[in-house]
C-alpha cells in the first residue's frame, strides 16, 4: 500500500505514517546529513492513486503548474489535461502497467506486424461510433517528425484497416517501443470527420478537439482557463466530478497559498521547496507518488570541455546526492544511478534483468580526490569558466546551480550560471544557434510511458538516427549497436539483455550527469480523493474517478 503524508490527519489517525518536517536550507553542508535535514520517505511507501470516491461533485478547480498548454493535440503536446479528454489505445495504469484501453487487443501478431482490434461500442462526444479508420487515422499523425511520438513511429511502413474494428500497421523492422507508445498520447484516438473539418486548428482553443474520454472539452479562454465536462456516455463508466477548471498557476508561492488555502482543489507537480507549508495546517494534504522525473545536467556542445567524460565525472564526484536530494527536493527524491529510472520497467516482462543490472551499477559517491586526479587528466584549460544554463524563476534550479557551482570550485573549475526565461530556456532544446557559448544545459524531465530506450535514444544515438539532445556528439559504436539491437528484438529479454550490455558503457560517460530522482508530488483538498498519483497522470485518465470522500 501507498503513503499519504497528511499531517492534519495524523493529530487523529496515530496509525499512519508520518513524516516529520523539518527545515532544510540551500546552504546546507555538502557532506552528510543534519539534525536539520527533513526526513526521508520509505518509497516502498509511495502512492499511486487513491481510494475511488463515492460521493459527486459539481466542480473542481485545478492548477496547470506547466502553465496554458499551446494545444491539446496529443501529438503534439503532453500536459496532465490530454488524458482525461483523449483515451488511447492502451492504458498506463497508476503503477506503470499496460492494460487495454480503446483497443481491445494490440498485439505483435509477427516480427513486423502489429494487429490492433477496437473495443466495441466506444464512441466519440458526439456520439458517432470510435471506429478503425478513425485509429488508422490517429497513428498516422504520429509518422511525421512534427509530432512527439514520431520515433515510436519511425519504422512504419504502412497503416492500414482490415475491417471496421481492425487495424494493420506494417514495419520495416521489429520495434519493441511501439506498443508502449500506444499507452501514450502516440495511441490517442481523435475523430477523423473532426480532424478533417477542422484541419491546423485541431487542438488549439479555437479548433477544439473531438475524442472518446472521459471528459469532454467545454470551454478554452486563452489566459485563463480550460474547463471540461463529464462525458455521461463513456465506455468506462461516468465520471463523478462533472466539471473541472483548469487554472494557470507557475509561480510556485502563489500555487502553495492557493492550494493551502482552499481557492484551488488540486494541483500535481508541486514544488517540493513548499513541503514545508503542504504539510503544516491547511485544506488538504501533500501526496508523494512514484515517478520516472529526475534532475540532472548534461553537455550542450560538442566543442566545450564538457563533452570531455572525465569532467562530467569529476563533478559527479564532487556533487553530494544526498544533501541535493535535502536541499533541493526536501528529501522527497531519491538516489538514481544512472538517466534511466527504474519505475519505467516496473511493470515489463523483463524487470527483473533491469533491476538486477541497475542494482549492480555503483551508486553516486564523493570523492574530491579522484575528481581532481580527472579534471587534470583531461588537460582542459581550468581558467576558463564552465557556463550552466538553467530556467530562471525556478526555485528548484537555482539551487541546483548554487550546488554544482560550488561543487565545482572544489575541484578547480568555475561554473558561470546562465539564467534563462522559461521560454528561452525551453528553446535551446531545438535551436543550436541559442546554445552558443553555453556547456553544460540543467534539466528536469519525465517519462510518460513504460520503457528503457526512450532518454538513451535522445542522448546517445546519433542524430540522424534519433539522437536529437545528443548535443556534445556522443559515439560509441557498441552503445549504438546494443541500443538498436533492443529496439529491434522479438522477444523481451533480447530486448532486455541488449539494453543492459548498452547501460554498462553509457552510465559511467555520463551522457546527462544525473542527480536525483524526483517523487511525483500532489496536493488534494481534503475533501476530495480517487485520483491517480503517480507518474501515469500524464498518460492516463487521471480524474476518471475523482469526487468526494
Known sequence: MTRTTR?????????????????ATACAPRTGTTDSSPEKIDAATLVTS?????????E?????????????????????IIPNLCDSLLT???????????????????PVTFEITVRDGVAFWDGTPLTAADVAYSLERNRTPASQWYAAFALISSIETSGDDTVLVHFT???TTFRDALGGG??????KAFGDTVGQDLGTSGGGLMCAGPYRLDEWKPGTEISVTANPDYWNGAPLTERIRFVFVTDGATLTSALTAGEIDGAFTVPPGSRQSFEAEGEGRLIAGPSTASYSFGPASADSAAADPRVRQALSLAIDRSTYIDTVLQGLGEVQKTIVPPFVWSGMEAKDIYQDAYDALPAPEVDLDAAKKLIAESGIDTSVPLVLAVPAGAKEFSQTASIVQSAAKDIGLTISID??????????????????????????????????????QLFMLPAEIGGIFNWSGYANDEVTADLQAARTATDATTAADAFVSAQEIFAADQLQVTLAGAYQLTYLSDDLTGITTSVAIYSSPWALHLGGE
Open 7 to 23: 499531517r492534519r490527519r495524523l493529530t487523529v489517525a496515530a496509525a499512519l505514517a508520518t513524516v516529520t518536517v523539518l527545515a
Open 50 to 58: 487513491l481510494p475511488a470516491a463515492t460521493t459527486a461533485v459539481d
Open 60 to 80: 473542481v478547480t485545478w492548477a496547470v503548474v506547466e502553465g496554458e498548454p499551446q494545444t491539446l493535440d496529443p501529438s503534439s503536446s503532453a500536459n496532465i
Open 92 to 110: 498506463v495504469e497508476p503503477d506503470f502497467t499496460l492494460e487495454s484501453g480503446i483497443a481491445e487487443t494490440a498485439e505483435w501478431i509477427d
Open 173 to 175: 523492422a521489429p520495434d
Open 186 to 191: 502516440g495511441g490517442a484516438v481523435m475523430s
Open 419 to 456: 539564467e534563462r526565461q522559461p521560454a528561452d530556456f525551453g528553446a535551446l532544446f531545438y535551436t543550436p544557434e541559442l546554445r552558443e557559448g553555453i556547456d553544460f544545459v540543467a534539466t528536469t524531465g519525465y517519462l510518460e510511458v513504460p520503457g528503457v530506450l526512450g532518454y538513451p
